[in-house]
């Protein structure tokens, strides 16, 4: 079965310096990978997926992660980070492609200091 | 386009009281789910769709029934609340990408 951890619920920051956010996977087949971030009281936005082409993905605003099968992971990073970075972050794995179905991770808080 | 819109936003009900929150979407798409959001937990799935007249049970299902009468459209109901169900309930529609897109979520308080 398929399943998701990622490493931190909660990660603090400066702006300006860079974000690492930490995500494992486990899944018996050449997943497809998600990032989503939710802003407070907001729904969910799609950062950026892996879909077994490059294993670099580049998302939105500057965000970036890198899928290591060797590893089972997949890593959210930013060079540099800003106050409209503060959200919560979601790790998620398509479970079976036929229905779609997402298994979630229990997300990561992301602070970002002024 | 508007995407994925959910109705309510909010809603407060009594235990026992029954509701219905409608999901609606303009983007064709053939398959749609019916998510829980707990704190801590991330989201669950609750029931889902892969096509006009069509369900099927997700992780978390008991206490829920769902109605996929139009391909739009994709309806959860309560028929008798529980507190349990207080939550942040969130709507989605899948591109053949396999791709979700999320709607804005609902609200849930069970009294």
């Known amino acids: 079965a398929q399943s998701v951890t990622q490493l931190d619920s909660h990660v603090s920051v400066s702006e300006g310096t860079p974000v690492l956010l930490r995500c494992n996977y486990s899944s018996s087949y050449s997943p497809s990978l998600f990032w989503y971030v939710q802003h407070p009281n907001k729904g969910l936005q799609l950062l950026l997926k892996?879909?077994?082409?490059?294993?670099l993905v580049k998302g939105i605003n500057g965000f970036e992660a890198e899928f290591k099968k060797s590893e089972t992971s997949f890593h959210l990073t930013k060079p540099s980070a800003h106050m409209s970075d503060a959200a919560e972050y979601f790790c998620v794995v398509s479970e079976v492609r036929n229905t779609g179905k997402l298994i979630f991770g229990q997300g990561t808080t992301l602070q970002v200091k002024p | 386009n508007a995407g994925v819109t959910q109705t309510p936003k909010f809603r407060v009900l009594k235990t026992g009281q029954s509701m219905t929150l409608l999901c609606a979407q303009d983007?064709?798409?053939?398959?749609m789910y019916w998510y829980r959001q707990d704190p801590g937990m991330g989201l669950r799935l609750i029931h889902y769709?892969?096509?006009?007249?069509?369900?099927a049970k997700g992780e978390v299902p008991d206490g829920y029934n769902v109605s996929r009468l139009k391909k739009q459209n994709f309806l959860l109901g309560l028929e008798s609340a529980a507190p349990s169900q207080t939550s942040v309930y969130f709507c989605?529609?899948?591109?053949?990408?396999?791709?979700?897109?999320f709607g804005p979520g609902t609200r849930l308080t069970v009294l």
């Open positions: 769709s892969v096509g006009e007249g069509t369900t």
């Open positions: 983007m064709n798409h053939e398959y």
């Open positions: 892996y879909t077994s082409a490059a294993t």
């Open positions: 989605a529609s899948r591109s053949s990408a396999d791709t979700q897109y």
